[in-house]
């Protein structure tokens, strides 16, 4: 069996565009005929740029060669062009290409690709979901702590077991800096209010994307640590594990970390440094499936867990879901709410949530497949911006309102 051919679809998401401006599709065909499915969660470029980089990335290490090869392929991606270092541009594109392959894998086998990669330990996957609070006139507002409250208990009644908010914001390119003391506060409200409101029947999950410098951190989780949130996500840039160590060495709150990584070693130093317990890696952008599971063989030895991130399509949500049913030490995933809308819509059948639960199915390879006719409908994708974007202005402690 050999892999024949490869096609690309870059599909724009509708408003309001949850999960990203865009999602990128890749499908492989093997000369015997079996195709599979992957994503790529590569945003740093424009999608279009992503298109020609999968071209060469398939005509140069695939095309041709066998689909179980993943180390072979994985070592020749991260060596190309003599570099052999952590490149998130190409481990985006071999992650969409390898989930890909392991489709085929699977499909071959007649088997999940959980029970191809150490076997089902769960039946079921504790999940969460951001908040999406949305006001009268039905745009979201995350500034609102009433809207937020509101969100939480209507999360709490589906069935959820963990909820995610980010009090902190704006996302600026010029993190890590000092947040507002106003922004602290207005933090803490919203940790109060919400736990107040569900109790200690849901984790309160702190995202906030690496906004902060580890002193303005340490002073922003003293806030927080009355409420005894599960994790504190992304609290400085990432990139130095030694600076987000000094985070989880001066708070009680576990340190989540990893959304923003690619490949083994650079979680390795966040072990080695002791500066996360819970990682969050992308499989559309970390290398892909087997490069997660050893990720997470990693954690494992260090009694860490991972939560794998997903602000994305379907698709990289059905690799995490093989990955998630075959790893111990998984604490729970990522939810987009509980996969309705577009990403129901993009699949043939939708992904099963119950309860606040994943459900993974017993299909062969990543267990879903693409809707075709919806996926070529918003297809390709026009627009400029990029899959999400940071604010291009310095911090301003007066644009934070903390009313």
């Known amino acids: 069996m050999r892999i024949a051919s490869m096609q690309s679809h870059i599909v724009a998401v509708p408003p309001p565009h949850i999960g990203g401006m865009y999602w990128i599709f890749v499908t492989l065909r093997t000369d015997c005929g079996i195709e599979g499915v992957g994503e790529v969660y590569a945003s740093t470029f424009h999608p279009t740029v992503m298109v020609a980089a999968l071209d060469d990335v398939f005509e140069r290490y695939l095309k041709g060669h066998n689909p179980h090869h993943i180390e072979r392929f994985y070592r020749e991606c991260y060596s190309s062009g003599f570099t052999q270092r952590p490149d998130l541009t190409m481990m985006g594109a071999f992650s969409g290409l390898e989930i890909a392959c392991w489709d085929i894998i699977g499909k071959a086998a007649n088997q999940p690709v959980y029970e191809l990669i150490g076997g089902k330990v769960h039946d079921k996957l504790r999940c969460y979901t951001y908040l999406y609070p949305k006001n009268a006139q039905g745009d979201y507002d995350y500034a609102d702590v009433g809207l937020a409250v509101d969100t939480a208990l209507a999360n709490k009644e589906l069935g959820f077991s963990a909820l995610k908010f980010d009090p902190v914001g704006p996302y600026s390119a010029y993190s890590g800096h000092h947040v507002s003391l106003s922004a602290m506060q207005k933090s803490a409200l919203f940790c109060e209010k919400i736990r107040t409101a569900v109790g200690s029947d849901c984790d309160l999950l702190i995202g906030t994307h690496g906004q902060m410098t580890p002193a303005s951190a340490i002073r922003l989780a003293k806030y927080l640590e009355p409420f005894d949130p599960l994790w504190f996500e992304e609290p400085v840039p990432p990139g130095q594990a030694e600076a987000m160590a000094q985070v989880a060495q001066k708070t009680s709150i576990p340190i989540a970390t990893g959304e923003r990584l690619t490949t083994k070693y650079e979680f390795s130093e966040l072990l080695k440094h002791k500066a996360a317990a819970i990682l969050q890696m992308n499989l559309g952008r970390v290398g892909g499936i087997l490069e997660a599971k050893k ?9 860490c867990q991972i939560a794998p991130h997903l602000y994305n399509g379907p698709i990289g949500a059905a690799a995490s879901i093989q990955l998630a049913t075959a790893t111990p030490n998984f604490l729970m995933q990522e939810s987009i709410g509980t996969w309705d809308g577009f990403h129901a819509d993009i699949l043939q059948q939708k992904i099963d949530w119950q309860d606040g639960y994943i459900i993974p199915n017993t299909k062969p390879g ?36 903390p009313s």
């Open 295 to 303: 990720i997470a063989a990693m954690a494992e030895v260090h009694f």
């Open 366 to 401: 990543i267990g879903v497949e693409l809707n075709m006719e919806v996926v070529n409908a918003h297809s390709p994708y026009t627009g400029r911006k990029l899959h999400l974007s940071m604010d291009p202005r310095p911090y301003d402690v007066k644009s934070i309102d």
